[in-house]
């Protein structure tokens, strides 16, 4: 993406349903479990790069042996970092203690990190420090085993602050006001709460305190627990977490916002937030791989049992769309062809622009994640000419000549690698006018792919500040010399933040906005933002579910190909001489290309929960009122 943005984190549970020495015997190593996490993580790198967590519990561990291991880090190479500090612990017990290389129990019992439990993340650092205590997994420790919970998730809350002051009026005192301290809080309060009527109940049967404990990890309902603690949430989340004698469980949101994969047989249960990871590293085919129903957690108890739970409603199903146009690996089966569609489906705009210019348009893409919808693109433009080959041929019929055939024949797509990006340059220099001109230099063009007065046609997977297009591509590619560059987003107009985990939280950040703005500017209409603006601060102490979106009516007046030709304008720097022109999916060929993820709420403005209202009414008073702050 020419515009990085930084987005959601990504999960991954293991859950090893037989004896460490059972993979010992079968796979050469007892870190069986710690092998397939470090793939499962690096298959989700794409995920998150600013940090990584890893947790693991030992089952049926003896009092005063240790149990749980956490390791996280934001060093450059987070996992890498992680596994390497792995190895080292292992490496020094195998050379301290030779004898422990065949002992699988000397090795549960002395190494840390080996177990039978496996959680991992990756994340990026999207807002607050990206320090090592923002990582996860999370800790809540307790002396009871049961009480221990680690939790880790790709999510966001739109209604911290009402989950924070709920654990205030329980008498709690939560840490910080961060939406994964309060989920963990919340999860771990209910959970106290469920121990606590169970060893009564169990000391009622006669028990004694010792006898009471395995007891108890037996009898816990993970989805009663849940029940409770998810009964207030808002927002996009895929939730995971660990109960210290060996419980797991994975939640998803009940709109089915953020994706959950799981796949398990007779030696594992496995949980992701992507398909293909899973595939990849279990070997197994795509259809034993299931997507967890929104609402329901999958839930496997110590004794290996699992089972999928309702536990909230689902909701009309909004999975995110954005997730199958750039964020997950576009090696699942059914991304690979939604993404081929979405090339496909913008070939119809492109030929309306290029005049049906076909013989002198090059086709290309930026970045190298483009790559997917631009085969679709050129595919249809294959198709096109065949079409128009096909009727040139007949119109001739028995008499063309072979030198006409061929001529007729030899019409293709043009295609070339126009832009390359250089990932060696590092904008080392802090100052804007020196920075900008290093920017200008993150791509390198192929010389000669283009001829002097060609139609250019690049398609990119969005474009959603242009900051990169201006600075940097559109003054690169107009040293081609073509006559026009038409620069083609696989995704539509970004006009509203997002506050369920991607990293867009400013409205005045949106291309699409700044040329809304513009618009309104052209045509006298800033009354009307101001008016927005006095209806969203009406609001601002409505219950979330009464909010309603009134940024909609910022983009009314417009058509979206008045924004794009006026994005166009925006983003053509003053010096540059091709004529410039910026097409955008449309939201019907969205719904086309990605059926089943009809969470559009970034182009639309229709949010899955009532928290996201809230949020982009807060984001449109915070531009108004000049706040340059987040709207969450």
Same mark, same amino acid.
């Not at 009940?254 to 398909?275: N, Q």
């Not at 631009?374 to 080959?389: H, I, M, P, T």
């Not at 390359?420 to 290093?438: E, G, N, V, Y």
């Given at each position: 993406?020419?515009?990085?943005?930084?987005?959601?984190?990504?999960?991954?549970?293991?859950?090893?349903?037989?004896?460490?020495?059972?993979?010992?015997?079968?796979?050469?190593?007892?870190?069986?479990?710690?092998?397939?996490?470090?793939?499962?993580?690096?298959?989700?790198?794409?995920?998150?790069?600013?940090?990584?967590?890893?947790?693991?519990? +030992?089952?049926?561990?003896?009092?005063?042996?240790?149990?749980?291991?956490?390791?996280?880090?934001?060093?450059?190479?987070?996992?890498?970092?992680?596994?390497?500090?792995?190895?080292?612990?292992?490496?020094?017990?195998?050379?301290?203690?030779?004898?422990?290389?065949?002992?699988?129990?000397?090795?549960?019992?002395?190494?840390?990190?080996?177990?039978?439990?496996?959680?991992?993340?990756?994340?990026?650092?999207?807002?607050?420090?990206?320090?090592?205590?923002?990582?996860?997994?999370?800790?809540?420790?307790?002396?009871?085993?049961?009480? #221990?919970?680690?939790?880790?998730?790709?999510?966001?809350?739109?209604?911290?602050?009402?989950?924070?002051?709920?654990?205030?009026?329980?008498?709690?005192?939560?840490?910080?006001?961060?939406?994964?301290?309060?989920?963990?809080?919340?999860?771990?309060?209910?959970?106290?709460?469920?121990?606590?009527?169970?060893? +009564?109940?169990? +000391?009622?049967?006669?028990?004694?305190?010792?006898?009471?404990?395995?007891?108890?990890? +037996?009898?816990?309902?993970?989805?009663?627990?849940?029940?409770?603690?998810?009964?207030?949430?808002?927002?996009?989340?895929?939730?995971?977490?660990?109960?210290?004698?060996?419980?797991?469980?994975?939640?998803?949101?009940?709109?089915?916002?953020?994706?959950?994969?799981?796949?398990?047989? !007779?030696?594992?249960?496995?949980?992701?937030?992507?398909?293909?990871?899973?595939?990849?590293?279990?070997?197994?085919?795509?259809?034993?791989?299931?997507?967890?129903?929104?609402?329901?957690?999958?839930?496997?108890?110590?004794?290996?049992?699992?089972?999928?739970?309702?536990?909230?409603?689902?909701?009309?199903?909004?999975?995110?769309?954005?997730?199958?146009?750039?964020?997950?690996?576009?090696?699942?089966?059914?991304?690979?062809?939604?993404?081929?569609?979405?090339?496909?489906?913008?070939?119809?705009?492109?030929?309306?622009?290029?005049?049906?210019?076909?013989?002198?348009?090059?086709?290309?893409?930026?970045?190298?994640?483009?790559?997917?919808?631009?085969?679709?693109?050129?595919?249809?433009?294959?198709?096109?000419?065949?079409?128009?080959?096909?009727?040139?041929?007949?119109?001739?019929?028995?008499?063309?000549?072979?030198?006409?055939?061929?001529?007729?024949?030899?019409?293709?797509?043009?295609?070339?690698?126009?832009?390359?990006?250089?990932?060696?340059?590092?904008?080392?220099?802090?100052?804007?006018?020196?920075? !900008?001109?290093?920017?200008?230099?993150?791509?390198?063009?192929?010389?000669?792919?283009?001829?002097?007065?060609?139609?250019?046609?690049?398609?990119?997977?969005?474009?959603?500040?242009?900051?990169?297009?201006?600075?940097?591509?559109?003054?690169?590619?107009?040293?081609?010399?073509?006559?026009?560059?038409?620069?083609?987003?696989?995704?539509?107009?970004?006009?509203?933040?997002?506050?369920?985990?991607?990293?867009?939280?400013?409205?005045?950040?949106?291309?699409?906005?700044?040329?809304?703005?513009?618009?309104?500017?052209?045509?006298?209409?800033?009354?009307?933002?101001?008016?927005?603006?006095?209806?969203?601060?009406?609001?601002?102490?409505?219950?979330?579910?009464?909010?309603?979106?009134?940024?909609?009516?910022?983009?009314?007046?417009?058509?979206?190909?008045?924004?794009?030709?006026?994005?166009?304008?925006?983003?053509?720097?003053? !010096?540059?001489?091709?004529?410039?022109?910026?097409?955008?999916?449309?939201?019907?060929?969205?719904?086309?290309?990605?059926?089943? #993820?009809?969470?559009?709420?970034?182009?639309?403005?229709?949010?899955?929960?009532?928290?996201?209202?809230?949020?982009?009414?807060?984001?449109?008073?915070?531009?108004?009122?000049?706040?340059?702050?987040?709207?969450?």
């Amino acid at each position: 993406m020419s515009d990085a943005i930084k987005h959601e984190c990504g999960i991954s549970v293991i859950r090893l349903l037989k004896p460490l020495s059972y993979y010992k015997e079968k796979y050469g190593t007892a870190f069986y479990g710690v092998n397939k996490m470090y793939l499962m993580m690096e298959k989700q790198h794409n995920r998150g790069q600013d940090g990584a967590g890893f947790a693991s519990i +030992k089952l049926d561990m003896n009092p005063g042996e240790r149990y749980m291991s956490r390791v996280r880090s934001v060093e450059q190479q987070p996992i890498q970092d992680i596994f390497d500090q792995i190895n080292d612990r292992i490496n020094v017990a195998f050379q301290e203690h030779p004898e422990y290389k065949d002992d699988v129990v000397a090795q549960k019992k002395n190494i840390p990190y080996i177990g039978e439990v496996l959680l991992g993340h990756v994340r990026y650092g999207t807002f607050g420090k990206n320090s090592i205590e923002n990582v996860h997994p999370f800790l809540r420790q307790n002396n009871w085993m049961h009480r #221990n919970l680690i939790v880790a998730g790709n999510f966001n809350m739109t209604n911290v602050h009402e989950l924070f002051d709920n654990l205030v009026q329980i008498g709690q005192h939560p840490k910080e006001m961060a939406d994964t301290v309060t989920v963990m809080e919340k999860i771990g309060h209910f959970l106290d709460d469920a121990v606590a009527k169970l060893y +009564k109940q169990i +000391k009622k049967e006669g028990y004694n305190k010792l006898e009471a404990s395995p007891l108890i990890a +037996k009898r816990l309902k993970l989805n009663k627990i849940l029940k409770r603690a998810a009964k207030n949430w808002d927002g996009g989340y895929a939730m995971a977490g660990m109960l210290g004698h060996g419980d797991a469980f994975v939640l998803r949101d009940p709109s089915g916002i953020r994706p959950t994969y799981y796949y398990k047989d !007779d030696e594992v249960v496995v949980v992701a937030s992507e398909r293909p990871a899973i595939q990849t590293v279990f070997n197994v085919p795509y259809e034993e791989v299931k997507e967890l129903t929104p609402g329901s957690a999958i839930i496997i108890k110590k004794d290996g049992s699992s089972a999928i739970k309702e536990i909230l409603k689902p909701k009309e199903r909004k999975a995110c769309s954005f997730e199958r146009i750039y964020f997950s690996r576009g090696s699942d089966k059914e991304i690979y062809q939604e993404r081929k569609e979405l090339g496909k489906l913008l070939f119809p705009q492109i030929l309306k622009a290029i005049d049906h210019d076909i013989k002198n348009t090059v086709f290309s893409y930026i970045p190298n994640t483009a790559e997917t919808s631009f085969f679709g693109l050129v595919k249809e433009a294959q198709n096109y000419l065949n079409s128009r080959k096909e009727e040139q041929i007949l119109s001739i019929g028995s008499k063309i000549t072979q030198k006409e055939l061929h001529e007729i024949l030899e019409i293709r797509p043009r295609i070339e690698k126009v832009a390359i990006k250089d990932a060696k340059l590092r904008t080392f220099i802090t100052q804007d006018s020196s920075r !900008d001109d290093l920017v200008a230099h993150v791509y390198d063009i192929s010389y000669g792919s283009v001829e002097k007065d060609d139609n250019l046609v690049i398609i990119d997977d969005s474009i959603v500040r242009g900051t990169t297009l201006k600075k940097s591509i559109l003054r690169i590619l107009d040293r081609l010399s073509p006559k026009k560059i038409i620069v083609v987003s696989s995704a539509p107009q970004i006009r509203y933040p997002d506050c369920y985990g991607i990293d867009m939280a400013k409205l005045e950040d949106f291309v699409a906005f700044k040329a809304a703005l513009a618009l309104h500017e052209d045509n006298n209409s800033l009354d009307k933002v101001e008016l927005i603006y006095n209806k969203c601060v009406e609001q601002v102490t409505s219950k979330d579910h009464e909010i309603v979106n009134y940024v909609k009516d910022f983009y009314a007046p417009f058509t979206a190909n008045q924004i794009s030709d006026k994005i166009g304008e925006l983003l053509s720097p003053e !010096d540059i001489k091709a004529e410039v022109k910026i097409i955008y999916q449309t939201i019907e060929s969205l719904h086309e290309a990605c059926p089943h #993820n009809l969470g559009d709420w970034y182009f639309t403005g229709n949010y899955p929960t009532p928290g996201g209202n809230k949020v982009v009414n807060r984001a449109f008073i915070n531009f108004y009122e000049g706040k340059n702050e987040r709207a969450y």
